[in-house]
């Protein structure tokens, strides 16, 4: 078992900065990809960035070029720095982890997913 907890969330301004911090915590051993996500009202959930355990990153083009995802893996932490945040950005923002577990091994492609409990972001005009 993984837990994700997200923090780092709260109110800013059009153009102001976030940094949101994801902490894994438990069997994290065989964690692989983690990304940022995000769903608005009325809206389905989305990717926004990804980051391989190689530090290999994929964005969506909505946030490429303000958002930046990192890791520690040393820490077992996944970061998404926002930049020039703007209204439609207010969401609330969650990560989630692949852990390619199965049973005794780290199997690729494999094992299942975790998510947090997500952090609000809101972008006030």
């Known amino acids: 078992q993984v837990q994700l907890v997200e923090s780092g969330g709260g109110l800013v301004q059009v153009g102001g900065s976030l940094r949101l911090s994801c902490v894994a915590s438990?069997?994290?051993?065989?964690?692989?990809?983690m990304g940022w996500y995000r769903q608005a009202p009325g809206k389905q959930r989305e990717l926004l960035a990804a980051?391989?355990?190689?530090?290999?990153?994929h964005y969506a083009d909505s946030v490429k070029g303000r958002f930046t995802i990192s890791r520690d893996n040393a820490r077992d932490t996944v970061y998404l720095q926002m930049n020039s945040l703007k209204p439609e950005d207010t969401a609330v923002y969650y990560c989630?982890?692949?852990?390619?577990?199965?049973?005794?091994?780290?199997?690729?492609?494999?094992?299942?997913?975790?998510w947090g409990q997500g952090t609000q972001v809101t972008v006030s005009s």
């Open positions: 980051i391989s355990s190689e530090h290999v990153t």
């Open positions: 438990g069997d994290t051993i065989c964690i692989s990809t």
């Open positions: 989630r982890a692949d852990d390619t577990r199965v049973q005794h091994m780290c199997v690729p492609g494999a094992g299942t997913n975790y």
